[in-house]
């Protein structure tokens, strides 16, 4: 199984209370050293180092802030595309040095499988296929072949997948946000989508005429994306390379001698194109350099001698992403001093533009008008590239000309924000989105995590997010970025409350703004936290002598407020009295166990106890008080004098009953 190396590691968290050079002032000299020498020299430092792609050896620096609002930490990592399921990205619990390790849980979609955390080390292996270009679509090949000379174009984000892990270790817990950068490798050649192309040029044409020539594709990116073009043979024209207003180099024949149609009415080259993939076997895993080639075939034509010209070669619109279809763009204009047809301009949009693209414009081929023809959308392509052609219709017509106009969509208000909510707990059965929370869960426990984002731009993206009405019971926390924590701010009683009905809402920076309302409901969960509670706690009773075993009693009753098995009642009699009487265990039905004597037996007390099912059980007592009444059960007795000794002369009688 392949390990890949983990980047920096670092808290998010607001820097209030740390300055730069106090944070430098944490690492080991040692690591401060190894941050200050160049990549060249990093294979002679002594501190430790991780060694994944052969030859190559890389520090390791791991910082930790914990912000002092909120228990929340970011781990990056990288890794290249294409690696096979199973390998090893980084391990959360050993990188961060969580104090307790306990369990972790990937807080993403049930179908999401590009990486696999361990729950019980945190260990992030890749799950499945992850290819950068299907994954980062907006950067396939963005910046290829990009010219050094050229204008800088904006730093692209970096590709990355962004997911939550909860560490959970006992009643406490912490919030990882991850990102994996995905590393692009050389896994595509060049390609110029067909192996022929058909090129025109007039015999009269100058030395210097331009011929544009359609680019070679390479989706990767930097370094792996097409880095240089070749021609051969050379002559009679030279190959040079010009970067567009998107940074892509842009092959040009550019006619160095003189043609002459009747000498040589045709030429022939090829046209290669080559990555820029590593050469060096031991850098394989990012691929090798890659090449692919077109044959051009060029075609001599008889003198138009003179070719339409822009008046600008280059053109930038802004465009609101609102604008209405129809409105006028630009009035492009080319001028071609050849009389008649050999001077009428034709205005066409590059064929090879995607069909996406050619929908949103509408070019009149007479006047050179640029008009919407459909809505933009900033969030699905925030500029584009468009690339008009003039042409004169002498025949043959002559070279084309080449205006190259980018329009640069401006955001509007016109996304509302989107809440995501993923439970903790959730609730299987529940249709709605449901997280349980524990009545027992002290405050300040993570119940759910809240996402809140915009796909629009600037202030009209940027989105607050809150529980309305407040509730005294929760309270919503920032985490990072869009994502936020729900927590409990009280003790729950479930016996009081059992459900909360929650309802979040989201509203972005716009003018006016946008409101999106999700609701949430949150289920208390039952603990034994009530003991059963007898509705009375002496009972009297009375009952007739020579009574017949069996006989009823009295029913004692109690009551727990709790669920399922904590409020589940048992009932037994204890002590002296439990030889008296026996007790139905579920209804606390009492029976005599014998026929009572009052005149053994006056009076009787029955000691009833109560038990839950809670773990730990909890019980309560009470007392039964038997009295037994009288019946003429006995016939009088002669006590003195007594019978037999003749003696009743003046004597009285005493009877005993």
């Known amino acids: 199984m392949k390990v890949h190396p983990s980047l920096l590691i670092r808290d998010r968290s ?12 944490l690492f080991p000299r040692e690591v401060r050293e190894c941050m200050m020498i160049g990549g060249r020299d990093r294979s002679n430092f002594a501190a430790p180092v991780s060694a994944t792609i052969p030859g190559l050896l890389r520090c390791l620096f791991l910082v930790l802030l914990t912000a002092p609002t909120a228990d929340c930490l970011t781990a990056n990592y990288s890794v290249y595309e294409e690696e096979p399921p199973g390998t090893v990205i980084g391990n959360l619990a050993a990188d961060l040095q969580l104090e307790t390790v306990g369990s972790f849980r990937l807080m993403q979609k049930s179908n999401w499988s590009l990486v696999e955390v361990g729950e019980t080390d945190g260990q992030l292996r890749v799950g499945g296929r992850i290819d950068r270009e299907q994954l980062c679509p907006q950067q ?17 984000e970096p590709c990355s997948l962004l997911f939550d892990v909860v560490n959970l270790s006992g009643d406490k817990f912490v919030l990882i946000r991850v990102e994996v950068r995905v590393q692009d490798i050389n896994d595509h050649a060049p390609d110029f989508g067909r192996p022929e ?15 544009p020539l359609e680019p070679a594709l390479d989706p990767d990116l930097g370094a792996n994306s097409l880095l240089k073009y070749r021609l051969s043979p050379s002559r009679p024209f030279a190959l040079e390379q010009r970067s567009g207003a998107d940074g892509l ?7 160095v001698e003189r043609l002459d149609r009747e000498s040589q009415a045709e030429v022939l080259l090829q046209l290669e194109a080559e990555d820029g993939g590593n050469s060096d076997p031991a850098a394989a895993r990012r691929g090798r350099r890659r090449t692919a080639t077109v044959r051009l075939r060029v075609q001599v034509l008889d003198s138009n001698d003179n070719s339409p010209a822009f008046e600008r070669s280059a053109v930038v619109l802004e465009l609101r992403e609102d604008a209405a279809p129809g409105s006028l763009l630009l009035q ?18 590059n064929p090879q533009l995607p069909a996406a693209v050619r929908r949103l414009f509408h070019l009149d081929a007479r006047s050179g008008r640029l008009s919407l023809a459909a809505r933009l959308d900033r969030e699905r392509a925030p500029a584009l590239e468009l690339e008009v052609r003039a042409r004169d219709r002498g025949h043959p017509p002559s070279a084309a000309a080449v205006c190259s106009v980018t329009v640069r969509v401006l955001d509007v208000n016109d996304n509302a924000p989107e809440i995501g909510v993923a439970p903790l707990v959730p609730d299987p059965v529940a249709v709605r989105v449901t997280a349980v929370v524990s009545e027992a869960a002290a405050r300040g426990s993570l119940v759910a995590l809240v996402t809140a984002s915009d796909r629009d731009a600037g202030a009209n ?9 407040p509730n005294g019971h929760f309270e919503l926390r920032r985490a990072h970025g869009s994502s936020l924590l729900l927590l409990t701010a009280a003790p729950l009683d479930r016996e009081r409350v059992a459900d909360y009905n929650l309802t979040l809402v989201a509203e972005d920076g716009g003018a006016p703004p946008r409101r999106t309302q999700r609701a949430l409901t949150v289920r208390v969960s039952d603990v034994n936290d009530n003991a059963p509670a007898f509705s009375r706690r002496l009972y009297r009773v009375s009952l007739a002598e020579n009574n017949r075993p069996g006989a009823h009693l009295t029913t004692v009753q109690a009551h727990d407020p709790d669920l399922a098995h904590n409020g589940r009642l048992t009932y037994r009699l204890l002590g002296p009295g439990a030889a008296l009487a026996s007790i139905h265990p579920a209804t606390g039905a009492i029976y005599a166990l014998r026929s009572f004597d009052r005149e053994a037996l006056p ?9 839950d099912g809670g773990s730990p059980p909890l019980s309560s007592s009470a007392t039964v008080r038997l009295t037994v009444t009288d019946r003429n059960d006995n016939a009088p007795v002669i006590t003195h004098p007594l019978p037999g000794n003749g003696n009743v002369n003046g004597s009285a009688c005493v009877i005993t009953l």
Request: proline share 9%; glycine share 8%; net charge negative.
């Open 332 to 349: 492009l204009r080319a001028a071609d001093p050849d009389l008649g047809a050999n001077g009428e301009v034709i205005y066409s949009l």
């Open 249 to 255: 180099r842009c092959p040009e024949l550019v006619l």
């Open 603 to 611: 009076e009787a007390e029955l000691l009833v106890r109560v038990t």
């Open 461 to 469: 993206g940027r989105v607050h997010c809150a529980l309305s009405p």
């Open 140 to 156: 396939v090949g963005a910046g290829a072949g990009s010219d050094p000379d050229a204008e800088p174009q904006p730093q692209m």
């Open 197 to 211: 192309v058909r090129l025109e040029i007039s015999e009269s044409s100058v030395l210097g005429t331009r011929v």
């Open 14 to 25: 607001p820097p209030t209370s740390w300055l730069c050079k106090e944070l430098l002032e």
